[in-house]
């Protein structure tokens, strides 16, 4: 079974629009993260977050706003859409703390904005 | 800031040779230095990782040694199989944050 679910796996959007991508980590961790991967840029880091406290951010963008409800979830709320939004985009998550430890991937959240 | 560079864009094989794929970074101190393989469609996979100067990492017959001298962290693996066709990642860790700082990625095709 998967450890970290992203949902859903696939998402059109129009241009302008609002949507969430949903993040939930069963793995016990306490650090999770948002990465984009586009044709671009390849795995590019967006977020972290350590004990549901924001530590970094190099999202240029507001548009790009995380949300932790949970100790084991990350969504990723991306208002005002346009095309160049489109890429998959993981959620990541880690055990914290003040080691560097590894990082765990879900499968993505493919978005398409037309 | 700190960055991973891989060299090989596309590496094509045939089943049986040798892999080398490079990787060269650029940090202070002693970052922990990671490869992870994508498959098409997946989520990228943990493959192994290195915390300090002369350790090697290995897994599934992939290995690399982790050279503060040279900074590079190269993925061997001695006899490559068709299975092993992926994105190859090499990442180094903030050990502030903890995020990972990713390459460009190399994609590994290999024919039977």
């Known amino acids: 079974d998967p450890k970290i679910i992203q949902k859903p796996k696939y998402l059109v959007a129009v241009t302008g629009s609002e949507k969430i991508l949903i993040c939930e980590q069963y793995?016990?961790?306490?650090?999770m993260y948002w990465y984009r991967q586009s044709a671009k840029k390849p795995l590019e880091f967006m977020f972290s977050?350590?004990?549901?406290?924001?530590?970094d951010n190099q999202t240029a963008s507001s548009r790009f706003q995380p949300q932790s409800s949970k100790k084991n979830h990350l969504d990723l709320q991306i208002t005002a859409l346009k095309p160049d939004d489109s890429a998959t985009y993981f959620c990541?998550?880690?055990?914290?703390?003040?080691?560097?430890?590894?990082?765990?991937f879900g499968a993505g959240t493919r978005l398409s904005v037309l | 800031g700190d960055s991973v560079t891989q060299t090989e864009g596309q590496v094509a094989l045939s089943e049986e040779d040798f892999l080398t794929i490079h990787c060269n970074y650029s940090?202070?101190?002693?970052?922990?230095l990671f490869w992870y393989v994508q498959y098409p469609g997946e989520g990228p996979q943990f493959l192994f990782r290195?915390?300090?100067?002369?350790e090697k990492g290995s897994s599934r017959g992939f290995e690399a040694t982790y050279d503060k001298g040279t900074t590079s962290f190269h993925l061997r693996k001695a006899s490559v199989q068709e299975s092993d066709s992926a994105v190859y990642y090499c990442?180094?860790?903030?050990?502030?944050?903890?995020?990972?700082?990713f390459g460009l990625g190399t994609t590994l095709q290999v024919q039977p």
């Open positions: 990541a998550s880690s055990q914290g703390g003040t080691n560097q430890n590894t990082l765990y």
């Open positions: 977050y350590s004990y549901q406290k924001l530590m």
């Open positions: 290195a915390s300090r100067d002369k």
């Open positions: 793995l016990g961790h306490n650090a």
């Open positions: 940090a202070s101190g002693y970052p922990a």
């Open positions: 990442a180094l860790g903030d050990g502030n944050t903890g995020k990972l700082i």
